[in-house]
């Protein structure tokens, strides 16, 4: 029995292994969806942060309108960045959960295998104990023998 759960608890490692790594990697897209992210962000700022020191004053119509078409398609980049983001967190949070739950049951079989290990030990103790408590019982009739025919012997001396 013990075996099996041996070759199960190695087969569930290897699960784990795998979802582990998963688990990483989705969070490793999930940093880098989040970098990107923040340097649209970063950009945005900064080219509006352009805008306002430069002024709109000193342009002319066409260039401020390349300047706010420019803001506007990095606000929808930002958008589905956003999303993108999003997306990454909650596969990440699926893997991490997944990976918990296969965590959690290895760890069970490893505690199943420990009780079974006990078991196997304590009835091997007792084993030994009875074969043991055996020859103490018959050592201790051989000598009540040995001493009951030493005894009638010694009756038909007298």
Known sequence: MSRAIELLIERVAEEEELARKLFAKATGDAAFAEQQLDALNGFRES??????EEGAAGMDSSQLAHYNAFIDKLDGAAESQTAVLRTARDQAEKYREKWLSIKGRRKALETLLEKQR?????AQMKKEQKV???????????RLKSEASNDESDDGLL
Do not use: K, P
């Open 118 to 122: 006990e078991r196997e030990r304590i």
């Open 47 to 52: 080219y509006t942060q352009r805008l306002t």
């Open 132 to 142: 043991s408590d055996e020859a103490a019982l018959n050592s201790f009739m051989r």
